[in-house]
């Protein structure tokens, strides 16, 4: 009986540890648009924070000012992280804040010239969860 016990509990403790790990992913479609218009966008939950991250092949847009922005299911546009910062650095990832609550899209969006640069979308609205 103790072993049974012993074995159950060790299965739960890893199928626990496991879905932790294992956070579900989705990819964007590809980007399309005038500057922005290789890789795709990925979403994960880590630490209960939402993740958006570019893909490798993700060229950035030489423009004087790309950054990350996200459209909800409504059509709200939320300007985030600035792409390029100091020197050379590279915001690939960025934290979604916690007031957006879903994602249609991922935009680069050049802050000074007012324009979309690319969009990627997801095949439906990401419903985003945080703890």
């Known amino acids: 009986m103790k072993q049974i016990l012993l074995t159950s509990f060790t299965t739960l403790a890893l199928l626990a540890a496991t879905s932790v790990w294992a956070g579900e992913s989705h990819i964007s479609t590809r980007f399309n648009g005038p500057k922005a218009n290789k890789g795709t966008v990925t979403h994960v939950v880590q630490s209960g924070k939402n993740i958006l991250t570019l893909s490798d092949d993700f060229k950035t847009p030489d423009t004087p000012a790309p950054h990350w922005q996200v459209v909800d299911s409504h059509g709200h546009a939320y300007l985030l992280q600035r792409l390029v910062i100091k020197g050379d650095k590279f915001n ?28 990627a979308s997801f095949e439906k609205p990401l419903q985003l969860t945080s703890k």
């Open 92 to 119: 690939k990832s960025i934290t979604v804040p916690e007031y957006i609550h879903d994602i249609a899209k991922v935009q680069i969006w050049c802050a000074w010239a007012e324009v979309n640069l690319g969009e």
